[in-house]
């Protein structure tokens, strides 16, 4: 089967198409509005420990699943399992990943379609068609749907063309234009007056909020939606690897990259909240913590960019195509998943998988879009407050319980010869066995 699979053609186009998938909305928009909530510096530290702690570990267990399986995550996972039982449990955590990415995509494309509507507004704007561009930034369903079709339609087109000429080529280009967009926004907002206030309120830490229960299990959830874990994503680009490549490097590129990009946005949206208030835009709620979610995105920026004059038009375009560039990365590998396993299993093209599940997901989105006060709020907590972090920490079970450990070593040494030797090799197994699954378990028990 290998040979008619797609495979990533060099180290750097893993590097940025899994990059590509780490960094989304959840670094740009959530890592940020999630620190400034939970005590500055203190979450972002907290992040930094549990993404290296916890989330690398369950990022290389995934990592190693699909480069070892070289197949979609059900088979990945069966071909590790030695039982008729361990067989049944492969396709429940395998299937269960690839379901909640399809899951999430359906939210995912609903929010992309608005960074979509939010990037044509400021063109609409600066040619005076005021009509056009208050439509663009009215919520409601025609919009909506328009929207979330042109962006569903966009991850469509990339997955169609497969791993290399579609997923590879596609990150290549889009992720070096979402590190100058982000860099570019970064300097020029810390040029404005009242930037040097966000900075502080980012970086100076709340050291007595660092044990806050809330913000331990926030922290844990952003960093595993963050690097996009329990989705089965992780193991189908895995399984996109050549067996040559030292993958322990590979993952930590990855973290790295993904850890670095949140921070980096931190130094962009923070500020940029405080010029807003410098320009007397309203940025805290009645409560006194700082406003978030859709109302810092689509209120409190946009009325920032507005104070800006005829410069805002570029500073507003600029940052909502980093956000649909994002979410376009990221919305790629939520397609792959299930793609993937259908063209495996049931033999079919790749362009027909991909188009039929494309407008199934899309169906999904439909019906949030229509029902949206119901199911909106409902379909994110599913995913990424349970599905995600349960079978992250099953992928970790799995690799630390059921794959035996010379199989693993032996996957390890593929592409790294002396990692017996190494630090990784010494704690990473036993960390995935015993730490990880129960400090997961333990963060999301106490999430509930
Ligand atoms: N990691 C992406 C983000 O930060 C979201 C994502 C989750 C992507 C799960 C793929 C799978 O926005």
């Given at each position: 089967?290998?040979?008619?699979?797609?495979?990533?053609?060099s180290?750097?186009?893993?590097?940025?198409?899994?990059?590509?998938?780490?960094?989304?909305?959840?670094?740009?928009?959530?890592?940020?509005?999630?620190?400034?909530?939970?005590?500055?510096?203190?979450?972002?530290?907290?992040?930094?420990?549990?993404?290296?702690?916890?989330?690398?570990?369950?990022?290389?267990?995934?990592?190693?699943?699909?480069?070892?399986?070289?197949?979609n995550?059900?088979?990945?996972?069966?071909?590790?399992?030695?039982?008729?039982?361990?067989?049944?449990?492969?396709?429940?955590?395998?299937?269960?990943?690839?379901?909640?990415?399809?899951?999430?995509?359906?939210?995912?494309?609903?929010?992309?379609?608005?960074?979509?509507?939010?990037?044509?507004?400021?063109?609409?704007?600066?040619?005076?068609?005021?009509?056009?561009?208050?439509?663009?930034?009215?919520?409601?369903?025609?919009?909506?749907?328009?929207?979330?079709a042109?962006?569903?339609?966009?991850?469509?087109?990339?997955?169609?063309?497969?791993?290399?000429?579609?997923?590879?080529?596609?990150?290549?280009?889009?992720?070096?234009?979402?590190?100058?967009?982000?860099?570019?926004?970064?300097?020029?907002?810390?040029?404005?007056?009242?930037?040097?206030?966000?900075l502080?309120?980012?970086?100076?830490?709340?050291?007595?909020?660092?044990?806050?229960?809330?913000?331990?299990?926030?922290?844990?959830?952003?960093?595993?939606?963050?690097?996009?874990?329990?989705?089965?994503?992780?193991?189908?680009?895995?399984s996109?690897?050549?067996?040559?490549?030292?993958?322990?490097?590979?993952?930590?590129?990855?973290?790295?990259?993904?850890?670095?990009?949140?921070?980096l946005?931190g130094?962009?949206?923070?500020?940029?909240?405080?010029?807003?208030?410098?320009?007397?835009?309203?940025?805290?709620?009645?409560?006194?913590?700082?406003?978030?979610?859709?109302?810092?995105?689509?209120?409190?920026?946009?009325?920032?960019?507005?104070?800006?004059?005829?410069?805002?038009?570029?500073?507003?375009?600029?940052?909502?195509?980093?956000?649909?560039?994002?979410?376009?990365?990221?919305?790629?590998?939520?397609l792959?998943?299930?793609?993937?396993?259908?063209?495996?299993?049931?033999?079919?093209?790749?362009?027909?998988?991909?188009?039929?599940?494309?407008?199934l997901?899309?169906?999904?989105?439909?019906?949030?879009?229509?029902?949206?006060?119901?199911?909106?709020?409902?379909?994110?907590?599913?995913?990424?407050?349970?599905?995600?972090?349960?079978?992250?920490?099953?992928?970790c079970?799995?690799?630390?319980?059921?794959?035996?450990?010379?199989?693993?070593?032996?996957?390890?040494?593929?592409?790294?010869?002396?990692?017996?030797?190494?630090?990784?090799?010494?704690?990473?197994?036993?960390?995935?066995?015993?730490?990880?699954?129960?400090?997961?378990?333990?963060?999301?028990?106490?999430?509930?």
């Amino acid at each position: 089967m290998s040979s008619t699979r797609g495979m990533f053609n060099s180290r750097l186009g893993f590097i940025l198409a899994a990059a590509g998938s780490a960094v989304g909305l959840g670094n740009i928009w959530g890592f940020p509005t999630q620190a400034a909530q939970n005590g500055g510096a203190a979450f972002v530290l907290m992040y930094l420990i549990l993404a290296f702690c916890l989330a690398y570990p369950a990022f290389m267990a995934e990592l190693l699943i699909g480069r070892y399986g070289q197949a979609n995550a059900v088979a990945s996972l069966t071909k590790m399992s030695n039982s008729p039982a361990q067989k049944k449990f492969a396709f429940v955590v395998g299937f269960g990943g690839i379901l909640c990415a399809g899951l999430l995509m359906s939210f995912y494309s609903i929010v992309a379609g608005w960074m979509i509507a939010y990037t044509a507004e400021p063109i609409a704007s600066a040619v005076g068609a005021d009509a056009a561009a208050s439509w663009l930034t009215t919520h409601a369903v025609p919009r909506n749907i328009i929207f979330t079709a042109i962006f569903s339609g966009l991850t469509i087109l990339i997955i169609r063309q497969g791993v290399a000429d579609g997923i590879e080529k596609w990150s290549k280009r889009l992720m070096p234009a979402l590190i100058i967009l982000l860099v570019s926004l970064t300097i020029y907002v810390m040029t404005l007056e009242g930037a040097s206030e966000g900075l502080k309120a980012y970086l100076i830490p709340d050291f007595s909020q660092l044990f806050d229960t809330q913000l331990i299990v926030s922290a844990l959830g952003q960093a595993f939606f963050s690097l996009s874990l329990g989705t089965s994503v992780i193991i189908v680009y895995g399984s996109y690897i050549n067996r040559s490549e030292n993958i322990v490097s590979l993952g930590a590129y990855v973290t790295l990259i993904d850890v670095f990009i949140a921070f980096l946005a931190g130094l962009l949206i923070i500020p940029a909240m405080y010029v807003a208030q410098a320009q007397g835009v309203q940025i805290f709620a009645t409560d006194g913590s700082l406003l978030s979610g859709d109302t810092l995105v689509f209120a409190v920026l946009p009325s920032l960019f507005n104070s800006m004059g005829f410069v805002g038009y570029f500073v507003a375009f600029a940052f909502f195509c980093l956000m649909s560039i994002a979410a376009l990365t990221s919305s790629i590998s939520m397609l792959e998943a299930p793609v993937s396993y259908c063209v495996e299993r049931f033999n079919i093209e790749r362009k027909l998988a991909t188009v039929l599940i494309g407008l199934l997901i899309f169906l999904i989105s439909l019906m949030i879009i229509f029902n949206f006060g119901q199911l909106f709020g409902l379909v994110i907590a599913i995913t990424t407050k349970y599905g995600q972090p349960i079978i992250g920490m099953l992928c970790c079970i799995f690799v630390g319980w059921i794959w035996h450990r010379s199989s693993i070593l032996n996957e390890l040494k593929q592409g790294n010869e002396t990692v017996e030797h190494s630090l990784f090799w010494k704690i990473w197994p036993w960390y995935t066995k015993i730490v990880c699954p129960l400090a997961i378990g333990a963060v999301f028990a106490a999430s509930l």
